[in-house]
């Protein structure tokens, strides 16, 4: 999945999640907290195969149970010690973490071949490596993007979810920009 499927798929469960549980919208750091979550696992595992050769695929270590679990328990242990309100920051990022997960694994059973999801319990179960020479790049990953059916799922997912968003509030938005806004004063002033 592309990174804007995982971002509409975490955000429409974390949604749900503060809809039920508190009756009320997500609110805006922990929604930042789920953007991350939903980012993570291609953050670490794409660039440790893809750029640096160390893991065989862009889909191992992160995008593994024996990882994600212990990652997102420890966010949220680190975020509830900080303080107790901030619990649901780290709520937040175990459900973008492991909506991701799941979902790049959701495929591999839809076509009957959950061969393709042996990265779930990686290193426990072996994840055959690229071939020589045939390591992709982002450039390359985007330059054969192919708009299949599932692609346009997605599109249309991230649209429904942009709507959700905006009837949410935009929670992230406006407590992003004014920490730009900050860092960037900040910056401007000390070089002057």
């Not at 039920?20 to 991350?36: K, S």
């Not at 994600?68 to 010690?81: D, K």
């Not at 450039?139 to 649209?159: C, K, M, Q, V, W």
């Amino acid at each position: 999945m592309w990174p804007w499927g995982h971002l509409a798929v975490g955000y429409l469960l974390y949604t749900l999640y503060t809809r039920t549980r508190y009756g009320h919208r997500p609110l805006a750091v922990a929604t930042i907290f789920l953007v991350v979550g939903t980012q993570f696992p291609d953050l670490i595992d794409k660039p440790l195969s893809w750029t640096f050769g160390i893991l065989p695929t862009g889909r191992t270590l992160a995008h593994s149970f024996l990882f994600a679990v212990p990652v997102s328990l420890a966010v949220y242990e680190t975020c509830r010690r900080h303080h107790r309100l901030q619990a649901e920051w780290g709520i937040a990022f175990a459900i973008g973490n492991l909506s991701h997960v799941i979902v790049d694994a959701v495929p591999a059973f839809l076509w009957g071949d959950p061969a393709e999801a042996r990265f779930l319990l990686w290193p426990l179960l072996s994840v055959p490596g690229y071939e020589e020479g045939e390591t992709p790049s982002v450039i390359d990953a985007f330059l054969t993007l192919d708009l299949s059916n599932y692609l346009l799922f997605e599109f249309g997912l991230f649209g429904i979810t942009i709507i959700v968003w905006w009837f949410d509030g935009r929670p992230g938005l406006s407590y992003s920009r004014s920490k730009l806004r900050s860092f960037v004063s900040g910056t401007s002033a000390s070089s002057s």
